[in-house]
């Protein structure tokens, strides 16, 4: 009896884990690609250089994130962190590649960029509303990424500016 105990409590603990990896793949997905395009267009680059990089970066950062993931939390839960680490895997794909397709069906990085920040916000706003209840640390944490991405892009287009002709 305590054994099905245990095993009810793991997988109460690896559903709850997977929102949470949701919710990370939801957030780290929509802040990296928003970032990305607001460099790419600040910089003015190519859709086929912005497209090379943001498959890249899918082939390479949803399963760098997860596996750190699941290497960090291993110790104390190996099935919580397997769990967490397919959950992860699994959105911040998803996202990265709905960007990606996004990006491939645009005319230009802009229009791409424009159209990601829309659904990318819808994303946020559905996974913010599924964690905070409270409207105004959901208001708080959409400001953060939106400073986030607005300082990459005030970033980037100073560095075109400044390095253009230079390079």
Known sequence: MSSDKISISDNKNSSKSLLN???????????????????????KTP???????????????????????YVSMKHNNPDIAYNTFIGT????????????????????VYNAFIISSVIGMLLLLYDYNKRFKNKKAIMKELSKILTLIFITFVINTLFYKYYHNKL
């Open 89 to 108: 895997f699994v959105s911040q794909v998803g996202i990265q590649l709905l960007f990606l397709i996004i990006l491939f069906y645009s005319s230009n």
């Open 47 to 69: 859709k086929f250089t912005a497209m090379g990089a943001l498959l890249s970066l899918l082939l390479t950062d949803p399963i760098n994130d997860s596996f750190s993931i």
């Open 21 to 43: 990896s949701e919710g990370f793949g939801i957030s780290n997905g929509v802040s990296t690609i928003l970032a990305l395009l607001a460099g790419f267009y600040a910089t």
